[in-house]
């Protein structure tokens, strides 16, 4: 479910096709700048009611998941 949501948000974000992000995504390979990358922070701090406090270590789409993950256990 929350890979789903994420990739979603990431696909509306980048104007992309949902089915080409994988787990295995690449942030930097989906071309995703600082403010892109805020903007899907946002998005997923409201979707899932959560504070993101670091992305220094997001490199993938299995990062981020990981990340929501552990914050709403």
């Known amino acids: 479910m929350v890979f789903e949501k994420i990739s979603e948000i990431i696909a509306e974000k980048l104007e992309i096709d ?9 942030l930097i390979d989906m071309k995703i700048d600082s403010l892109c990358m805020v903007e899907i922070m946002l998005s997923i701090e409201e979707e899932f009611n959560i504070t993101i406090d670091d992305t220094d270590n997001l490199d993938s789409v299995a990062d981020i998941v990981a990340y929501v993950e552990n914050k709403i256990k």
Do not use: F, Q
Request: hydrophobic fraction near 20%; glycine fraction near 0%; aromatic fraction near 0%.
């Open 18 to 26: 949902k089915s080409l992000i994988t787990r295995d995504s690449s």
